[in-house]
Each structure stands twice: as C-alpha cells, then as structure tokens.
C-alpha cells in the first residue's frame, strides 16, 4: 500500500534525515525526497505532489509553524511535525497552524513509521482492486490507466499524487454528473465529515492543472455555481 506513497522529509539535520529515511525504506516506503530548509521545501510542494511530509519546526530559513500554512496553501497533503518543544501549548500550536500529527525529539524512528502510516491509512482511499482487464478511461487530451495507476497528459506520464488520481478516476466513472464538495469528499476520501471545505477546492484547481489544457477555463471539470462540480465526457476520443 505505501510502495507508491511519496513522502518529503524536511529537516535541517542530515542525520536525523539518514535515520529517517532508512527506517522508512525498511518500513516499505520507496519513493522519498528530502530538504534543508523551508526554501526547499516549498520549491519541492509547488513542483511535485506528495502523499506525506514530514517537517521539522527548528529550520534555520523559516519556524515550521511558519512554514506549515503556505505548504497547506499549495497542497492539502497531511503534515507530520517533528520538534524538540515537547510542552502542550506547543503541541497545540503545532495543530493550529495546519499539523495532522505531532511528534517530540528525541524520538523513534519506526514510531515516525507507524505514524506515517496510521495517517495515510486515514488520509488516502481504498486503492481500487487490479483486475486481468485494464481498466482505461481515454479522451482528447489524456488517458487514466487505472489499473498501472498512471495518467498520461499529452502522450506523456504526469506525476499524480494518490489522493489526486483518485480524485479523477472517480469523475471518469461518474461522468456527466453533478456532485457537491461534500459528496466527492464522502465517495474519495471515505469520510462522512469534511473538516476544511477547502480540502476539495484544492484538489480540483491541482487536478485542472494537470489535465486542462487551459485550468481558467476547464473543458473537463466544470463548476456548476450553486452546486458543486461535474466531469464533462461529450464521447470525443483521441
């Protein structure tokens, strides 16, 4: 399940880095980038999508705490705090400026693991089941191979993030059909109470970026004002 989770370690301590990331090598993760500094971090969010960071507080551009809201603005992918300040009002502080989980120095790697994946577990839909026949959706301007879990903009592979190509392979399957913020967040996230509202607005205008060959003005995804959004399949094919 976590083989193809990409995950952002962001820490100013190159050992601590090292550990970390071996132990989670170990734990099954294989796809796993790591930054210096905030500076880095952000370069890193805007240019590709990730499953999971892991972000110290203490980096000597920027606080964590700083850092933290302006990932959340680019991204909603959950964010894992690692710190030294072990007091509840930090703690707390940690939570409110964007944290899904908080972690205190000095710590156990596999615990940074087990959290890792407790988070993804509840972060991430059910990755649908692979069948002998593959499952496809193509159009004019991209294909969803559902089963390889690849999206092809272009003729050409486009990074996705899970949470992402789960967006789209659930409009390629509900096409022509209009759903509220609050339905996609039930059906692609699994959960009945949607904390952020702007959790589904994210996703969509990240998803538009990537398929649209014009995101202000989308062919695929509409907005339906007063409603929600609707996948748009008018039967053109490549």
């Known amino acids: ?102 972690i205190t120095k000095p710590f156990n790697p596999l615990e940074v693991a087990a959290r890792a994946k407790a988070l993804l577990k509840r972060t991430m839909p059910q990755t649908a089941k692979k069948t002998a026949i593959e499952e496809i959706y193509e159009y004019d301007r991209f294909t969803v191979n559902v089963s390889s879990a690849e999206l092809f903009v272009d003729q050409k592979p486009v990074d996705c993030s899970a949470q992402l190509f789960q967006l789209l392979i659930f409009f390629c399957k509900h096409p022509n059909r209009v759903f509220t913020k609050h339905q996609l967040y039930e059906n692609v996230w699994n959960e009945h109470y949607m904390v952020d509202d702007n959790t589904v607005m994210v996703h969509i205008r990240k998803l538009r970026e990537k398929i649209e060959k014009n995101p202000s003005q989308p062919s695929y995804i509409k907005t339906i004002r007063g409603l929600g959004y609707k996948f748009v399949d008018d039967g053109r094919r490549q």
């Open 1 to 102: 399940m976590f083989q193809n989770c990409k995950v952002l370690l962001v820490d100013d301590e190159e050992a601590i880095l090292k550990l970390v990331r071996t132990v989670m090598q170990k734990e099954g993760f294989t796809h796993i980038d790591e930054c210096l500094s905030g500076a880095a971090a952000l370069q890193a969010v805007e240019t590709k999508e990730y499953d999971l960071i892991v972000l110290d507080i203490m980096l000597p551009d920027i606080s964590g705490f700083d850092l933290c809201p302006l990932i959340k603005q680019k991204t909603n992918t959950p964010i894992v705090f690692l710190s030294a300040k072990s007091s509840d009002l930090d703690k707390l502080s940690g939570f409110a400026y964007g944290a899904d989980d908080y």
